[in-house]
């Protein structure tokens, strides 16, 4: 039987993870296979997970403001390797502006804060591959 | 098959595709499996068990770190539960092995059981077959933290650790039937905390209790956090290699590991024809009644279900 697995990861220098936990556990309870990477990942470290794992969405969290340096790394390694047929969602503090970039690079969706676990797990359910 | 010849070749994204085709149990995977089959038994193929929070992640990552810096590459598997309510899954091991992801002569997979008992997903072994036939040296598959019960990790690797921590309970823990019997090697982990020689000393105990055998599992203190033990831990998985092909043993496991995993695979064929034929029975219903009614019991008319 098909699952969607999802990789959750944390890109950067922020120590601050309980967003992904919160998602992390939602996609778990959605009958979802979640695999964490921890704090403080490189693009390079969630790239080779995403490509390891064969994981259908890569959902990255982050809070320090760097998404316009860390963000558009992770999906050109993943392009390189010829896996643009992964979701790729963000979530954290993402001013309007740059999500409107991210999206155009190929961020598939930007959640902010305040979004309902369920919005994210209908999308992802109606998005990936699977 | 593309899929495998790319394996083969060393693509590590086909490699990827097709451990994901045997979780599905897509109907590829058989087809995929029969041509990788040929080109495994290289791999040195080293279980760790043990309960929750022992540090097994952290300790495969340590030897991971040791067989790299000796020049071997190392494929791993690390299995967490799935919940029996969604199917859902937490996969974390891959949290304490982030720094090795990068390292291209490691290929790290995180998977859940989905349904599966005895601390190993249904597909593990299939997984491990893959990863052997990439061309990994060492296959390190971590269990689900395991309580006392779940051993089948005997039947995928030829080298069992066994690790637990201080403090996990007195000596009669150490004398019970079941996890503590399977280890080839035991690990004291997190040595540094109190209690550490009382651990070892009751699992030295416990083993010197039992008939001597020609292989005496060694105990050996570790402290996966700071390395600690590492080099000792992997000389003793080096000699209990040794062991087994000086006596002749690792033909004679492997043998009977072929043997057991057959017997499995017959087993699903046998029983899904069996079940399949039984569901499709016009008794079946009729005999369902007769059993809520009390009128009949379970044996009976499962017999009844046979001779159809």
């Given at each position: 039987m098909r699952k969607i697995r999802v990789l959750v990861a944390k890109p950067g220098l922020d120590g601050h993870d309980r967003g992904a936990k919160v998602v992390a556990r939602a996609l778990r309870d959605a009958g979802m296979e979640v695999i964490y990477t921890g704090l403080r990942q490189t693009p390079e470290q969630i790239a080779e997970a995403a490509l390891q794992e064969d994981v259908d969405c890569v959902g990255l969290s982050i809070l320090s403001g760097a998404h316009m340096t860390l963000i558009p790394k992770v999906i050109e390694l993943l392009k390189k390797n010829k896996a643009e047929d992964i979701l790729i969602t963000v979530g954290g503090i993402i001013p309007d502006e740059d999500a409107a970039k991210l999206r155009s690079i190929g961020v598939d969706e930007v959640f902010g804060p305040g979004t309902p676990t369920q919005d994210i797990i209908e999308f992802i359910q109606s998005h990936a591959r699977a | 098959m593309e899929l495998v010849k790319q394996l083969l070749k060393g693509d590590k994204r086909a490699c990827a595709r097709l451990i994901t085709l045997v979780e599905n149990d897509d109907p590829q995977a058989r087809k995929a499996l029969k041509e990788i089959y040929p080109h495994t038994g290289h791999a040195h193929i080293i279980g760790v068990t043990g309960p929750p929070g022992a540090g097994k992640s952290s300790l495969v990552d340590k030897l991971t770190q040791f067989y790299r810096s000796h020049e071997k590459t190392v494929g791993i598997i690390a299995v967490d539960p799935s919940s029996p309510f969604t199917g859902g899954a937490l996969l974390g091991d891959r949290i304490r092995m982030?720094?090795?992801?990068?390292?291209?002569?490691v290929f790290i997979r995180s998977m859940g059981t989905r349904g599966h008992m005895g601390g190993l997903a249904a597909c593990t072994k299939d997984a491990i077959k893959i990863l052997d036939a990439f061309g990994k040296d060492v296959i390190i598959v971590e269990t689900v933290g395991t309580g006392q019960d779940e051993v089948d990790i005997i039947r995928a690797a030829d080298t069992v650790l066994v690790v637990t921590m201080p403090s996990l309970g007195d000596d009669i823990q150490a004398i019970k039937a079941g996890i503590l019997e399977i280890g080839d090697i035991f690990v004291v982990n997190k040595a540094d905390l109190d209690y550490a020689d009382t651990a070892v000393m009751e699992l030295e105990m416990m083993l010197d209790f039992g008939n001597k055998k020609r292989w005496n599992p060694p105990v050996i203190k570790t402290i996966a956090s700071t390395e600690k033990g590492i080099d000792t831990l992997a000389a003793a998985i080096d000699s209990h290699m040794e062991f087994l092909k000086k006596e002749g043993l690792l033909g004679e496991n492997r043998r009977l590991k072929v043997e057991m995993e057959l017997l499995e695979v017959l087993n699903q064929y046998i029983t899904k024809e069996i079940l399949e034929k039984a569901k499709k029975s016009e008794k079946f219903d009729d005999l369902i009644d007769s059993i809520v009614k009390r009128k009949i019991d379970y044996h009976t008319a499962a017999k009844k279900l046979l001779k159809h």
């Open positions: - | 982030q720094e090795r992801a990068t390292d291209s002569g």
